[in-house]
């Protein structure tokens, strides 16, 4: 059997673009890290994704069977994701032109992100090859979480039609599917659930001791890892240290920078109006997040949305013992009381009895992080990749009778 081709769509972001730099998030290191990992399947994988610099190479390998197609769509520049959408018949052209210069033909598309989402479904009936999709965060979940209009209602109707469009989607969490079903009337039998992964040869513990003398941390440390964007919640974590003023050892450090300016200044003019002493670290490479990881005592994910929680799942990895919002997919992977602590989402002073539980109570922490590694090894990239791979072949195999009977047959 012929190796499967995939067409791997991420138009708004490279997944060889430095995690933590504006634009490159949980998403493009989702597709980064699955392409590879397809690719030592024995998939060939082409991801395509628009070009953000005229210097960057067309074609650019990044593992075995694995590579980046750049192609030209807008400005060679970041751009804001509004003027992306309006960029996407150039970027349709220029996807045609290169699969027909390169000869190449591909047995299905997965496209990430509702911008993506949309150039699979004009494309996947063109080409008569099945589509699936995962959309990642979706518009009308953000803005309930939010209780404001935030994302455009342009965005949403490409969602419903992607949703509809779509042979598959992948849902990241049982919440998320449901949250398809109801708020975007999926079809229940063609939305999986497969969820997100984590490198667990990268986090994983270490030496606490050493890991603090590296950073220069001491007393007690509480941890936010996380793109500047107000779903994510960091605010109520700074209203939340505010009411554990009387811990003086204790120490919020922020890791991330990119996302929105202003959320970021908002943040810390919070901070100083709160007279908070916090470390804001900005964003790093990912190689050196499990250091940090393993000094704090505590990470906490404030969110008002996640559809999945990836920065809870490396965490956890590392053993380190984790507080999160009671939203989205975080339930899936925190467990109350067993590998962390789960508390109403919006309320600073759940969020501060939650830490002070876990740094008071010395029985409850070492439970936490006996249990959490052992809680995410499910999450390892080879299983996903073979849980997708499986969902591949069923589409394929489910198309050409599709096709057949639209009395175009392309197999």
Known sequence: MAALRVAMLSVHGC???????????????????????????????????????????????????????????????????????????????????FRRIEGVEYDVIHSHYWLSGRVGSLLAPRWGVPHVTMFHTLGRLKNNALSEQEESESRIAVEEYVV??????????????????????????????????VDLHLFRPLDRTLARARLG?????????????????????????????????????????????????????????????????GAIPQEELPTYYNAADVLVVPSHYESFGLVAVEALACGTPVIGSMVGGLPTVIHDGENGLLVPWRRPEAFAEGIARVLDDPTLRATLSANARPSVVCYSWETVAARVTTLYQEVVAAQPVETCAKGSCHH
């Open 164 to 197: 509809a469009s779509a042979d598959r989607v992948i849902a990241s969490s049982e919440h998320e599917r449901q949250s398809l079903v109801d708020l975007y009337r999926a079809r229940r039998e063609r939305v999986s659930v497969i969820n997100g992964g």
């Open 217 to 281: 941390l001491t007393g007690e440390v509480v941890l936010f890892v996380g793109r500047m964007d107000r779903v994510k919640g960091l605010d109520i974590l700074l209203r939340a240290i505010a009411l554990l003023r009387s811990r003086p050892s204790l120490k919020l450090v922020v890791i991330g920078g990119s996302g929105q300016e202003d959320e970021f200044r908002r943040c810390q003019a919070l901070a100083n109006h709160l007279e908070l002493d916090v470390l804001f670290r």
């Open 15 to 97: 997944p060889l673009a430095r995690p933590g730099t504006p634009q490159a998030g949980g998403m493009q290191m989702y597709v980064k890290a699955l392409s590879r990992e397809l690719g030592r399947r024995g998939l060939i994988v082409d991801v395509f994704t628009r070009r953000t610099d005229e210097t960057l190479p067309t074609i650019v390998p990044f593992g075995v069977n694995a590579r980046v197609i750049h192609l030209d769509a807008g400005e060679a520049a970041l751009i804001d994701k509004n003027a992306v959408a309006d960029a996407l018949p150039e970027f349709v052209c220029n996807l045609q032109r």
